[in-house]
T-cell receptor
Framework: QKEVEQNSGPLSVPEGAIASLNCTYSDRGSQSFFWYRQYSGKSPELIMSIYSNGDKEDGRFTAQLNKASQYVSLLIRDSQPSDSATYLC???????????FGKGTTLSVSS | DTAVSQTPKYLVTQMGNDKSIKCEQN?????MYWYKQDSKKFLKIMFS???????INETVPNRFSPKSPDKAHLNLHINSLELGDSAVYFC????????????FGDGTRLSIL
């Protein structure tokens, strides 16, 4: 069974701090990695995708990928209360036909 | 314009009934999916269709039957509903090609009485 693991949290950070969310995956053949944000009662919203080792930055968000360690992370700089949500790590299966989701990390940003 | 739309948004029904959920996407995507998110918020793939053809059928009871009349629509019919079917069902779509990101609809919250 291919798995994606995340700490469920909650991860609590003060406003303006850096939030660091981590994810590990078991399928060495995975090639595509995504971070989704899900507000309570809402649908998952794609915030970052990353396909190659290293860092990818988009505004306050940085995704990091290390395929050798099977590790993906998401950094949120200058965290805002509006960032409070559940962050879902998703990894494509080897065939690229479906996403395998982690159980999500709940982030709480206090003002 | 709504990219991936699902109807209904809420569905409350009794055990044993049959119900359908509809999904439409106007993104021009080739692949559509159904996911189930349970009470613990775990999101799991149920079905995947590429250009109207079934690609993935995860371990889902055969009471669940997807139907794709064209590549912009993927409907989900559920027979003989059970208490354990209570969940939020999300439709998603993605462009053709390996490992493309998926875009989700707003979800259908199914509650079985």
């Amino acid at each position: 069974q291919k798995e994606v693991e995340q700490n469920s949290g909650p991860l609590s950070v003060p406003e303006g701090a850096i939030a660091s969310l981590n994810c590990t995956y078991s399928d060495r053949g995975s090639q595509s990695f995504f971070w989704y944000r899900q507000y309570s009662g809402k649908s998952p919203e794609l915030i970052m995708s990353i396909y190659s080792n290293g860092d990818k930055e988009d505004g306050r968000f940085t995704a990091q990928l290390n395929k050798a360690s099977q590790y993906v992370s998401l950094l949120i700089r200058d965290s805002q209360p509006s960032d409070s949500a559940t962050y879902l790590c998703a990894v494509n299966n080897q065939a690229g036909t479906a996403l395998i989701f982690g159980k999500g990390t709940t982030l709480s940003v206090s003002s | 314009d709504t990219a991936v739309s699902q109807t209904p948004k809420y569905l409350v029904t009794q055990m044993g009934n049959d119900k359908s959920i509809k999904c439409e996407q106007n993104l021009g995507h080739d692949t559509m999916y159904w996911y189930k998110q349970d009470s613990k918020k775990f999101l799991k793939i149920m079905f995947s269709y590429n250009n109207k053809e079934l690609i993935i059928n995860e371990t889902v009871p055969n009471r669940f039957s997807p139907k794709s009349p064209d590549k912009a629509h993927l409907n989900l019919h559920i027979n003989s509903l059970e208490l354990g079917d209570s969940a939020v069902y999300f439709c998603a779509s993605s462009p053709a090609g390996f490992g493309q990101p998926q875009h989700f609809g707003d979800g259908t919250r199914l509650s079985i009485l």
